[in-house]
């Protein structure tokens, strides 16, 4: 495995079951879950014990391996997964892989999940570098959801960036919006940078206009679900805000992720599915209801970010500076 610096594991292959730790309830409890079946794992990705596009896509081959391991249906397998969760193109791109070796040899599908674990942790530390160079000194980053070595194979997209650009020492503050409804920001990567001892102050997702307004931030740095052909980007609820605040306020907005977060079938952004999940999402906190009996609510767990509004697109090949059709494509085929 291609080494990164995270002191813990969110996706781990050990003794044929596949070990998560569960996201829902870090950072004060750390528990680490053993998976058997494709279908017990897209539950698991359902209900968000692992999250992140691209970490869901790892997370999913490894449980096309398992079913393969106990000589169960494959296409079954593929199917189960591919409905968990409907927005991270990464979880399809992972399960055309493992489904295009047209192989059922267990062997050969744990290696190749093991492979796309590996190639997500390299091309994070590539991207690391590209997003790094592109930053001011002493720079202000302004960061949204959870985008680390939880949501990852390990080190990060936009977190990923923000360790690369601290090691060259051009940080002086991360904020961290909070990210409601499932709160990444505070739970996960608030936790993320403070064991690595990285500036941190948590942000409530309402307070961010006041905080750009008062010249306080140079980059908004965000991650991505889905990156269609003209560089629309759906990504965690809130990110649309963040980006209209930067634009208004003379900020400067990246999205960190790998190839694998294209979806180049897509013209645009509008064709994206966006999950919807449940209202209780929204009424309760930590089991307990925060809203009257019976209020319903609106829970789109991700927003989609025009184009426009996006000064630069950092991947593993590269990156592009004011996304189009024309650049993005040419990135794509390696010449970025
Ligand atoms: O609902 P989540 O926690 O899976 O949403 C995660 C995000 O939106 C991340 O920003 C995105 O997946 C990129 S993770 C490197």
């Known amino acids: 495995m291609t080494a990164h610096s995270s002191s813990f594991h969110a996706i781990a292959w050990h003794e044929q079951s596949l070990h998560l730790l569960d996201q829902r309830v870090l950072p004060h409890t750390h528990q680490i879950l053993k998976y058997h079946t494709a279908a017990d794992v897209a539950d698991a990705i359902r209900d968000m014990v692992v999250r992140g596009a691209p970490a869901i896509g790892i997370t999913a081959a490894y449980a096309y391996a398992l079913d393969a ?37 267990p062997h050969a599908l744990v290696a190749e999940a093991k492979k796309i674990h590996d190639e997500d942790i390299t091309a994070n530390l590539d991207m690391g570098k590209f997003g790094a160079s592109l930053l001011n000194d002493q720079c202000r980053i302004y960061t949204h ?12 997209t936009a977190l990923g960036i923000i360790r690369s650009a601290v090691t060259q020492g051009k940080v002086s503050q991360v904020y961290a919006g909070e990210t409601r409804p499932w709160l990444q920001g505070a739970r996960l990567t608030a936790w993320e940078l403070m064991q690595d001892n990285i500036p941190v102050k948590l942000v409530c997702d309402g307070a961010a206009a006041q905080l750009f307004r008062q010249g306080a931030v140079d980059w908004v740095i965000v991650g991505a679900d889905r ?17 209209v605040l930067a634009k208004h306020h003379g900020m400067k907005v990246m999205v960190a992720a790998p190839s694998t977060t294209f979806d180049l079938t897509l013209d645009n952004g509008t064709a994206i599915p966006i999950e919807q999940r449940p209202m209780s999402e929204v009424t309760s906190l930590n089991g307990q209801p925060i809203a009257p009996e019976g209020c319903e609510a609106i829970n789109p767990s991700f927003d989609v970010t025009p184009a426009e509004l996006i000064d630069a697109i950092v991947t593993e090949k590269g990156y592009v500076l004011n996304p189009t059709v024309a650049n993005i494509s040419a990135m794509m085929v390696g010449n970025g």
Not at 79 to 98: C, D, G, H, I, Y
């Open 69 to 105: 391991l106990a000589g169960r249906d494959l296409d079954q397998a593929y199917k189960v997964l591919a409905e968990s969760r409907p927005t991270a193109v990464n979880l399809f791109w992972a399960l055309e892989r493992m489904a295009s070796l047209g192989t059922d040899d």
């Open 145 to 156: 959801c959870n985008t680390g070595a939880l949501a990852t194979g390990g080190h990060g």
């Open 227 to 243: 990156i269609t052909a003209n560089g629309d980007v759906a990504n965690k609820i809130g990110t649309y805000s963040l980006a």
